[in-house]
């Protein structure tokens, strides 16, 4: 009897973890498809997060091909246990945050990809990874799909600009803010479509190694609905430290390259989910900015791509250390995982006190490009641009003294 209750806890503990990474996916990754509509005016701050938040909730109700990959693809069921992807999650958390905090788009999926894959390492050994099916379904389309959506929306730049050259700027500014509107609530919805599946196949996952689900089935009803509740809440809180990253910070985004560039990030994510390939969809929109900044001939500030880069390269072997270590406290039993939720719980406060001495909310979201986290820091200078320095205070002459006559 004890064993059971003490295994319900790990479960229904895991499932509260999966929804709270959910949560953060959520708002780590809107500025994915709300980012260029936001810094363009096409869409105003907090009308893009309620659009985003119903659109990625309908998203994730669409299909499960991703889910089912996730719970049954990755790793080898039978050696799979509710602590290993609790560990799993936590890595993944913890990697969200403090690249939210820095302002850098790094994966999500990853995160979790990476996470789990330190903690079944740790917890059940190499063995249990199937490395082709994480090479084929996560690496492989990591490098392929940003390359493809950037291509294409540079493309699809150059097009829209040598369509509408003769048409006066009045009547493009207006069509294009349409068309923006549009491709970016595309790129929600394929987001929810994505994304959103990554948890519905967590929480299968543990549900299959509790067995409390049979082996080889998709998620069920509950799991879809709860799941794509907590994204969506997630993409409603914002996220505006990589809102203003993805718009301001690599580009400045005029309304035909983000229409260009929202239209290629959807069509690439939207196929990739019908294939199940656990796709970044941070990877897919930042590729497709960087190229319609190229089509359009803008200054692109490749500092911050490569940091944003560097980021990426950071995020499976880091997630992987964090969600490793994570598994050898879980693997503790109870208190080992007491203990795991209380650090959690600790550098999430943490994580989000620093946030709070450079805040950034919907209403400066587009006042700058620059995401700052220590006191005193001060945004750098970039080529083209100068920082105001304060002025001088003017220096004081001394007066000779005069001599008195003796």
Request: aromatic share 6%.
């Amino acid at each position: 009897m004890g064993t059971d209750v003490a295994e319900l806890f790990i479960v229904v503990t895991v499932i509260a973890v999966a929804l709270i990474f959910d949560y953060t996916n959520g708002f780590h990754d809107s500025a994915n498809a709300m980012a260029g509509p936001i810094a363009t005016g096409a869409i105003r701050p907090r009308t893009a997060v309620i659009l985003g938040a119903f659109l990625n909730l309908v998203g994730a109700c669409l299909s499960t091909a991703v889910a089912k990959a996730i719970s049954g693809g990755f790793f080898d069921d039978q050696l799979i246990t509710a602590s290993i992807i609790l560990a799993g999650l936590v890595g993944a958390i913890v990697w969200n945050l403090m690249t939210w905090l820095f302002g850098l788009p790094s994966s999500s999926s990853h995160a979790l990809f990476g996470g789990l894959i330190g903690a079944v390492i740790v917890g059940a050994g190499i063995a249990s990874v199937h490395g082709w099916v994480i090479v084929s379904k996560v690496l492989l389309p990591a490098i392929v799909a940003p390359l493809v959506a950037g291509v294409a929306a540079a493309w699809a730049t150059r097009l829209a600009y040598r369509i509408t050259r003769r048409t006066p700027s009045v009547h493009t500014g207006t069509g294009f803010k349409y068309g923006q509107a549009f491709t970016s609530s595309m790129v929600a919805l394929a987001h929810g479509t994505s994304d959103g599946q990554k948890t519905m196949g967590v929480i299968t996952l543990v549900l299959i190694a509790a067995n409390l689900q049979a082996a080889g089935t998709g998620p069920q009803m509950w799991v879809i609905m709860i799941s794509a509740l907590a994204i969506g809440l997630g993409t409603y809180s914002g996220g505006w430290r990589i809102m203003r990253a993805m718009g301001k910070g690599i580009v400045e985004i005029e309304t035909p390259q983000g229409a260009a560039s929202g239209a290629a990030t959807s069509a690439t994510i939207l196929a990739s989910a019908h294939l199940g390939f656990g796709l970044s969809t941070t990877h897919v929109s930042t590729g497709s900015i960087l190229g319609s900044g190229v089509g359009r001939g803008a200054e692109v500030r490749w500092s911050v791509a490569r940091r944003m880069v560097f980021a990426w390269l950071l995020t499976l072997p880091g997630a992987a250390l964090v969600g490793g270590l994570a598994a050898l406290l879980a693997d503790q039993g109870v208190w080992g995982i007491s203990v795991l939720l209380v650090l959690l719980a600790g550098i999430c406060l943490a994580i989000y006190s620093l946030s709070r001495r450079h805040r950034i909310t919907h209403a400066n979201v587009t006042d700058s490009h620059e995401v700052l986290v220590l006191p005193a820091a001060t945004p750098p200078t970039y080529a083209g641009e100068a920082l105001l320095e304060a002025p001088n205070k003017p220096k004081k002459v001394k007066k000779p003294k005069l001599k008195s006559a003796a």
